[in-house]
């Protein structure tokens, strides 16, 4: 079992639709939750780093982490098709765990 | 500023042969980490350096070597390559030791073995 979970996808929206992506954990001792973008043969971008349980939010973007039952979620509102993209979780404790990614494409 | 800044862009190897990719941190960051990401999935961490000195270690094969410089950049060596070693090598600079440090990613070196 992977130590940070998430579907592939890829998942395809309308523009301006609220999307909503979302991550399993297993590893209780990790404390820093990411959000990465990673558009096609680029690196990552940070977009959201939270470290406690609740939302954080941040523009059209809001990251949601629930310890008690591990899961981590991205929430993003009023979609636009400049957010087509592959979006990666990450949990650290000392090692940075990354999830597969899902595959956002926002339509026009 | 410029962000992390990864050479070469893409490269193409033959089994068995070595090659060596390079990063260049964020000005003022003295901690970088290297990942593998295979198509279709995250990033792996492969090594993290800080003021030279190796302060982590990922799950790969003794042919993956590291080292950070005086100014910061870093050099990442594989030898032996292997058909499995086609990937995307990431490097991501942070301003501290810790690896759950924010992490700034570079662009990435597209590594193709034949």
């Known amino acids: 079992q992977k130590e940070v979970e998430q579907d592939p996808g890829p998942l395809s929206v309308p523009e301006g639709a609220i999307v909503s992506l979302n991550c399993t954990y297993s590893n209780s001792a990790f404390q820093y939750f990411m959000w990465y973008r990673q558009y096609s043969r680029k690196g990552p971008e940070l977009l959201m780093y939270?470290?406690?349980?609740g939302n954080k939010e941040d523009g059209r973007f809001t990251a949601q982490v629930d310890k008690s039952s591990k899961y981590i979620s991205l929430f993003i509102r009023d979609s636009q098709p400049s957010d087509s993209a592959t979006y990666l979780c990450?949990?650290?404790?000392?090692?940075?765990?990354f999830g597969a990614g899902t595959r956002l494409t926002v339509k026009p | 500023d410029a962000g992390v800044t990864q050479s070469p862009t893409h490269l193409i190897k033959t089994r068995g042969q070595h090659v060596t990719l390079r990063c260049s941190p964020i000005?003022?960051?003295?901690?970088v980490s290297w990942y593998q990401q295979v198509l279709g999935q995250g990033p792996q961490f492969i090594f993290q350096y800080y003021e030279k000195e190796e302060r982590g270690r990922g799950n790969f094969p003794d042919r993956f070597s590291a080292r950070q410089f005086p100014n910061y950049s870093s050099e990442l060596n594989v030898n032996a390559l292997l058909l499995g070693d086609s990937a995307l090598y990431l490097c991501?600079?942070?301003?501290?030791?810790?690896?759950?440090?924010?992490?700034?990613f570079g662009p990435g070196t597209r590594l193709t073995v034949l």
């Open positions: 991501a600079s942070s301003s501290r030791t810790g690896r759950t440090d924010t992490q700034y």
């Open positions: 939270t470290y406690s349980s």
């Open positions: 000005s003022g960051h003295k901690s």
């Open positions: 990450a949990s650290s404790y000392n090692d940075m765990r």
